[in-house]
């Protein structure tokens, strides 16, 4: 089939609809010492030693930054495990027993509406540091970073978009939390001292409308923008083109324009760490799937144990057959080779697939992957000059432009994985 | 329960080669009952010859491709059957040429001999297709190979067959329409109804002359997105372009021609509009990236108006895909090949229709002649 691919099928209507189940006590809380971005880590406490909650407990060093690590609940520090990181990797976890009491560390103080009004950018900056925001979108990059921008802006865009197919963590946190969405955003706008923002939705959520529409006719500056419905709407030059009509240059930095934009999920992070000087201990996520029997959307503690999880959606579908277990979205996120997992700040979603073994047909070069590529690459011949192993060629198709968003291998006639031969590439060009 | 690692993406769309195949198939279809009905014995011994040589060339490749190594060890007949043939022979490898065997019937003359039709398809399955490495990788289309390769060494001995349907009329004695108007177009444009035309009762190949199951089967690819439009429109758009200009210089002429029937009697007669529908779509010789198809298209439109107006053969659309077939290799050469529409692009689709226009006019009105 020669056509352009933008929408992907998804169950995203029945299980955006299903208010999220709260388990936010687990018995025990992991936190990584080290992650993708930060190879190595500190821990500033003693096994046996007591925590409260939002603690700093130790501290990440990455090549560019430092990223403090705070505990989650209150309990005692019991030792160290290793477990299944986002990225697929064997990572150290600090294991604390949860106490049940919630008990709050000294550093979490709430801030007056007086005592906020009067930060500075420069205050923003410090605050969010110290919280250790990062974009909870999935990407990690540290948000003081983008507080850092010494660029005039005047518009910020919340992307709430959510394109991935299945996941509605974004979607529950909109409908349920919405006053700190707005919040969040308000601060954000003090901050940059910026007039205008915009909430980025696709235009299909008619229950985000009909919320938001109601809310947003108190509030000033912040406006609700209806995007496309396709994949991937969400990624950043995407949603910048469509809300502000903006096209961004490969590699320019949306500052430059006068923007900054933020996913939902962080923007509701820096409400509390402006509001209460918290860091992110809860967050949404959702658990689908065809490999799991219920799918359900979780409000849960950060660190909680994925074991802990599968009874409550009552266990794998079919558990004879070979299950594919993803953190983040089906067409971007990471496999990950056990159930042995820990949601950590960035963990969207959950999902658990039967394993399909697609039979790759020979290539009929139909063109589909050039069509959909939303950075007007070409993978087929990326992929004909991976197999030939012609470095030249590969530089000069300029296989960096690619965003690995998978549309090429999803719209693929032949279900070849073309993805996996750009990743290839991506090496190759960097020789 | 087991967990496997998988790269991302882990989602699939619903799509394969077998079924684009399967359209073609579909689509070929109701050409191909109207070319049984019209010569039952002649087309049903040429179905059954094609697909037997076409499909059978396939599966010894199949079988010369999976030959087991050289080790010393003695093996059995059945240890390389099931080496060359499990999990590599799949249902691809019978559609695809059978696709093939029936394009070739279908674009080849009733009256031609048994012995030049089996000459042509083994030449094209296998000088067309096979030496390249098989579905996917061959560079012209094999059906138009094998055609021209038995037109250019038999085409002599080919001969008129009359039969119900259509019945030769005395007076003329050509291959095709084409070749009547290459021998003088004034003369013969009347000959044909327009309706004649359209039901294929004209002479001709056994499936270009049914322009009405033709156009039903391209209507059937383009809604099932399995052939794209964009070559289609391009192939025809420059040709009806290029085709009326020559009709206005032929009507320039003082000949009394209407510019519109002429392109119109262009348009439904020889194998234009099977090649844009079946031959030119054909995705595996057609460039990947759209700019890329609509020079495509143009191309091979050029070169069957040029082929058709001033060469001595009637075998335009023939010729015209084996060269844009071989232009097709070059748009896709790395150095230039994008999917974006660059200025450079335009200028090289319209130099495509302005150069030949201008050719056309210049010949057919100050040369005051053409092919005859």
Known sequence: MIAKTRHIEDTKKLLGSLP?????????????????????????????????????????????FEQPIHATCSGTFVGIEKHYHRNGKLVDFVKIKNDFKDTFDKSAKKRTPEEIAKLTKDDFTEIVKNCALVGLGGSSFPTYVKFQTDKKIDTILINAIECEPYITADHRLMLEYPY??????????????????????????????????????????????????????????????????????????????????????????????????????????????????????????????????????????????????????????????????????????????????????????????????????????????VKAADKERIKKLNPLKCIECGLCAYSCTSKIQVTDYIRKAKIFAKL | ???????????????????????????LFPTLVFSFVAYPINTLIFYL???????????IYVGLRGILPKDGQKHTFKEWFNHAYKGKYDQNNILAPAITAIIYTLIMPAGAPIYAFIVGAIVGIVFGKLVFGGLGSNIFNPAAVGMLFAKICFGSQYQQVSTWYYTIPDTVSGATPLGVINGGMHASIGDYQLFDLFFGRIPGTLGEVYKITIIIGLVYLLIRRSADYRIVVSYLGTFSILMLIAGLSVMGLGTGINPFMFLLYNLLSGGVLFGAAFMLTDPVTSPINPPSRWIYGMVAAVA?????????????????????????????????????????????????????????????????????
């Not at chain 1, 189940?21 to 500033?44: H, M, Q, S, W």
Request: glycine residues 8%; positive net charge.
């Open chain 2, 49 to 59: 010859t094609s697909l037997a040589i076409m499909i059978g060339a396939e599966f």
């Open chain 2, 304 to 372: 069957t108006v040029l082929i058709r107006l001033f060469a001595a053969l009637p075998e335009g659309v023939g010729f015209s895909i084996l060269i844009a077939n071989m232009v097709a290799c070059v748009l896709d050469h790395y150095e230039w090949s994008s999917s974006r529409y660059t200025w450079k692009k335009f200028l090289t689709m319209g130099l495509l229709i302005v150069i030949p226009a201008l050719i056309v006019f210049l010949a057919i009105f100050y040369g005051g002649t053409y092919n005859g």
């Open chain 2, 1 to 27: 329960m087991t967990i496997v690692k998988e790269s991302a993406p882990h989602l699939r769309r619903k799509a394969s080669v077998t079924r684009m195949m399967v359209d073609v198939l579909i689509a």
């Open chain 1, 180 to 385: 700190r969405v707005i919040n969040g955003i308000q601060y954000a706008m003090q901050a940059f001292n910026c007039k205008k923002a915009y909430i980025c939705i696709k235009s299909k959520y008619k229950d985000l409308k009909e919320v938001y529409s109601q809310l947003l006719k108190e509030v000033e500056g912040i406006e609700l923008c209806c995007v496309g419905n396709y994949y991937p709407q969400g990624w950043e030059v995407e949603m910048i083109k469509s809300a502000t009509g903006i096209q961004l240059n490969p590699g320019e930095l949306p500052s430059n324009r006068g923007i900054i934009d933020f996913n939902v999920s962080t923007i509701v992070g820096l409400y509390k760490a402006v509001k209460y000087n918290i860091p992110v201990i809860k967050r949404f996520i959702s658990i689908t799937g065809d490999g799991i029997n219920y799918p359900k959307n979780f409000r849960v503690r950060v660190g909680t144990s994925i074991k802990d999880l599968i009874p409550l959606v009552d266990g794998y579908k079919n558990p004879d057959k070979e299950k594919v277990f993803i953190l983040g979205g089906p067409m971007m996120g990471a496999s990950v080779p056990s159930d042995d997992c820990i949601i950590t700040k960035t963990v969207t979603s959950i999902l658990v697939f039967d394993k399909h073994d697609e039979k790759e047909e020979p290539c009929v070069r139909c063109g589909s992957c050039v069509l959909s590529c939303p950075v007007h690459l070409e993978p087929v011949q990326i992929m004909n000059a």
């Open chain 1, 20 to 64: 999220a189940v709260r388990y936010v006590d687990p018995e025990y809380v992991y936190l990584p010492i080290t992650n993708a971005r930060c190879a190595k880590g500190d821990l500033f406490i003693k096994e046996g030693d007591h925590v409260d909650t939002c603690q700093l407990i130790g501290m990440r060093h990455g090549p560019f």
